[in-house]
């Protein structure tokens, strides 16, 4: 049989075939598909508070579905993966339009924005980082049905993936941390939600904090210590207190900084080891877990990630130190909120590996028992242990990154 050398004329035969599919399949179904997702586009942005409030009830009923039937987790985690993509992309119809005059974007957006315009390559590394997180747990478990070999291989190739995304990120953004890159931990507002109310602890204007600073009705000045009184709870305009109209009027520093400025690049030897270890500790702990799957009681891993994960906070702390003049406080809220998150995120070594077998979770079973048989209380324990099987059996339900 004759093969056609590539970029030669196609035969009389080849184009007679085609048009044969075409006579046999209408035009109008081949357009449907697009015809249907701009239809559903169309549906979304026209109701986007229903589109809200209907993800909302739905993502409350996932939160009892997980490990509720031992023998069906993997249904159960299909659908909150399937929730979770379509609110991401439910997501991406209602953001608002940045020549938008109500598009009040927060300062972690508009500085993610701002990178992901900068370079494509971010984009994309951010857009598959996020899709791995909605969806890595839904890969264990269908990598678990083929043998702990193969689940722990996929657990690995995940967390490479993962670590190289971001450091991928770290690099195009020039040598800047990795913002916002988790599930949770990006803000994106959308069009329709309605406004956040003034958030406490927002910097005022000449360092001055609104909520912190406020003792027995008086506002603390924090370089003088000066007192002054705080405003009257008459109704202001709109019947608002004066409080809280003044307050959601407040500029802080980061509202009127460029994107750019929004995070500092990290300059120093110690800060760029402290940003590649707490990239590469995924990676590293993962590697440890595949070698000692045998033994859950086996504490080696455990203690090379916590280890890696302190290292690298106190480094990143000596950093910002050395590096940022006030320190802490010199830092944009955007680096602050990550630094925090990463700082809660040590809680989860609670719920991992050796420390979870050999200690949290005799605790946890000890208190969804006592809840056993009391009226309401018995279901609150039946949740806690749903999620007790997830938590020892699959590795990403207490991952942080």
Avoid at 50 to 69: C, K, W
Avoid at 245 to 272: C, H, N, P, W
Avoid at 325 to 351: D, H, N, P, T
Wanted: aromatic share 8%; hydrophobic share 40%.
């Amino acid at each position: 049989m004759a093969v056609e050398a590539p970029g030669s004329t196609p035969t009389t035969k080849s184009i007679s075939l085609t048009a044969h599919l075409q006579s046999r399949i209408p035009t109008t179904y081949l357009h449907l598909p697009a015809q249907w997702l701009a239809t559903y586009s169309t549906f979304v942005k026209a109701n986007a508070s229903q589109v809200s409030q209907l993800e909302s009830a739905l993502r409350s009923l996932t939160y009892v579905i997980p490990g509720r039937f031992h023998d069906t987790p993997l249904t159960s985690e299909s659908l909150q993966t399937f929730l979770s993509l379509l609110t991401a992309y439910h997501t991406h119809l209602l953001s608002p339009s940045p020549n938008s005059p109500n598009y009040h974007p927060s300062p972690q957006t508009r500085y993610t924005r701002w990178c992901e315009l900068s370079s494509p390559l971010y984009a994309r590394c951010a857009a598959l980082l996020r899709t791995l997180q909605y969806t890595q747990l839904l890969c264990e478990m269908f990598a678990k049905r083929a043998g702990e070999r193969v689940r722990w291989r996929v657990v690995v190739v995940l967390e490479v993936v993962k670590a190289v995304c971001r450091l991928f990120m770290g690099r195009v953004s020039g040598g800047r941390m990795v913002v916002g890159s988790g599930i949770g931990g990006e803000t994106v507002e959308r069009k329709g939600d309605d406004e956040a109310t003034a958030t406490a602890g927002v910097e005022a204007v000449d360092g001055m904090v609104v909520d912190d600073g406020m003792l027995n009705g008086e506002w603390k000045m924090p370089r003088t210590g000066m007192r002054l009184p705080a405003l009257p709870s008459t109704s202001g305009i709109g019947g608002e207190s004066i409080t809280d109209f003044l307050g959601k009027r407040v500029i802080s520093a980061d509202e009127i900084k460029s994107a750019k400025r929004l995070v500092r690049t990290i300059s120093s030897v110690q800060g760029q080891l402290a940003e590649m270890m707490w990239i590469l500790r995924p990676v590293v702990y993962a590697l440890a877990l595949q070698r000692c799957q045998g033994n859950k009681r086996d504490w080696r891993p455990w203690v090379m990630g916590v280890v890696m994960e302190v290292a690298a906070r106190q480094l990143a702390k000596k950093d910002v130190k050395e590096g940022v003049v006030g320190g802490m406080r010199g830092l944009s809220g955007v680096e602050r909120e990550e630094l925090k998150r990463r700082g809660w995120g040590m809680a989860w070594w609670g719920m991992r590996g050796a420390f979870y077998e050999n200690v949290t979770r005799g605790w946890i079973q000890g208190f969804a028992g006592k809840l056993k048989g009391k009226p309401l209380l018995d279901m609150v324990g039946i949740i806690v242990e749903d999620y007790d099987y997830l938590w020892d059996e699959y590795y990403f339900p207490t991952t942080t990154l």
